[in-house]
């Protein structure tokens, strides 16, 4: 199931509902149990009863964080909590450049993988983050000993970029394996589907860009955490 992206998409629609939705779906439930007379012998057997609506409970608003980079404060929309377009134009508090890397794809991604790329190099560089040409290994399939294969040719590489056709887990967990434990390489996995939507390659290659930075030991962004006592005197 979990292999069915849109599936998942739909059940993610459910189980993730909002507040609104989710107080709908109880009270159809309970009108449901409500208009069901042998729920309700049972329940009046064992002497309960329904209330015809929820409880409702003051909930607490907790003050939006403080994001800080460049030296600034990055303004968001508390409702969706993503600041990836504002921080586009502004550079990381430690960006890591890309020097010495390597893009691994099956080559019937090839141009998937260039503008991938291209967008990652666009996004890079306002947020500090130099990054160079890498060397491109393109693969004729897509099975782990091909993967493998290409990575042995990339020692000392800083960071390994991977384009993967699917979400297949032995696969994943193979290739993480072998630059991680082996080679003792970082590496930055992409499903190709990811990259379908040509609308959201900038957003995508964003992502990609904060991730590759935290891996390398770079510092996007921090929060504004005020210390609190005995640890202001210190």
């Known amino acids: 199931m979990k292999s069915d992206f849109n599936m998942m998409k739909d059940l993610s629609k459910y189980m993730r509902m909002g507040p609104d939705k989710r107080v709908e779906a109880l009270q159809r439930f309970n009108q449901d149990l409500s208009s ?106 897509d099975s782990v000993h091909e993967y493998i294969g290409v990575f042995n040719q990339c020692v000392g590489k800083q960071l390994v970029l991977i384009l993967l056709s699917n979400n297949r887990a032995d696969r994943y967990n193979a290739v993480k394996r072998h630059l991680s434990i082996k080679m003792g390489i970082a590496s930055q996995c992409i499903l190709s589907r990811t990259l379908l939507k040509k609308q959201r390659l900038m957003s995508v290659a964003t992502k990609v860009a904060i991730q590759i930075n935290c891996k390398l030991g770079g510092e996007p962004w921090n929060i504004a955490i005020p210390l609190k006592e005995p640890y202001q005197k210190a």
Not at 56 to 62: A, H, S, Y
């Open 36 to 141: 069901n007379a042998k729920v309700m012998q049972e329940m009046e057997h064992w002497g309960l009863n329904l209330s015809p609506s929820l409880i409702r409970i003051q909930g607490r608003i907790l003050p939006e964080e403080q994001i800080l980079q460049d030296g600034r404060s990055i303004c968001y929309n508390q409702q969706t909590s993503d600041w990836s377009k504002e921080l586009r134009s502004l550079k990381f508090n430690l960006p890591v450049g890309l020097d010495n890397w390597a893009v691994v794809f099956p080559l019937k991604f090839a141009t998937d993988a260039r503008e991938l790329l291209s967008s990652v190099q666009r996004v890079g560089a306002p947020m500090g983050m130099m990054i160079k040409n890498p060397a491109m290994f393109g693969l004729q399939g």
